[in-house]
């Protein structure tokens, strides 16, 4: 069994002015229409819960680049962050390009300045 983990911080504030500024072509090319829905749910908190799936996006990466044979193989948009019934997030990994038997496991927190991801993954 080999485990890999992968972390990463955001100040809210960055990804609230990339929206700001950049509006729909800031978030169509970051997060997919199910993750927009889920932060758009979330009123006042919205930049907080964008700045989390973001900061889940490149913990993510981090801890899957040992699995990739080109860092290009695994996109933005080709990585989902959703949540159970219970609110526990989880990741939907496109792994067209990943040989190994992967499981992911992610965490995330949030205040209004920052916001933070754990991942580990767990190769079978
Ligand atoms: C769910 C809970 C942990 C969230 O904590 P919080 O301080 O309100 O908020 P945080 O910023 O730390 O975390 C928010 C994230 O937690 C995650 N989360 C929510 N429910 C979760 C659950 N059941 N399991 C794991 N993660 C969960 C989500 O990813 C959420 O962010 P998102 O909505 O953007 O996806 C909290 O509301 C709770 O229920 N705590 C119970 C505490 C308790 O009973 N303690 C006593 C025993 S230790």
């Not at 889940?56 to 290009?72: C, D, M």
């Not at 948009?77 to 949540?83: A, G, H, P, Q, R």
Request: aromatic letters at 10%.
């Amino acid at each position: 069994m080999n485990i890999t983990c992968g972390t990463d911080i955001i100040e809210v504030e960055r990804i609230k002015k990339g929206i700001e500024k950049f509006g729909e072509k800031f978030l169509n090319e970051i997060y997919t229409k199910k993750e927009i829905e889920y932060c758009e749910g979330k009123n006042e908190a919205k930049y907080e819960h964008y700045a989390a799936r973001f900061a889940a996006k490149e913990a993510i990466f981090k801890a899957i680049s040992p699995y990739l044979q080109n860092k290009y193989d695994i996109t933005w948009k080709n990585m989902e962050i959703l949540n159970n019934k219970q609110g526990r997030p989880y990741a939907n990994i496109n792994k067209d390009k990943i040989r190994d038997n992967i499981e992911i496991d992610i965490s995330l927190a949030h205040i209004k300045e920052y916001a933070i991801a754990n991942c580990t993954i767990n190769k079978k």
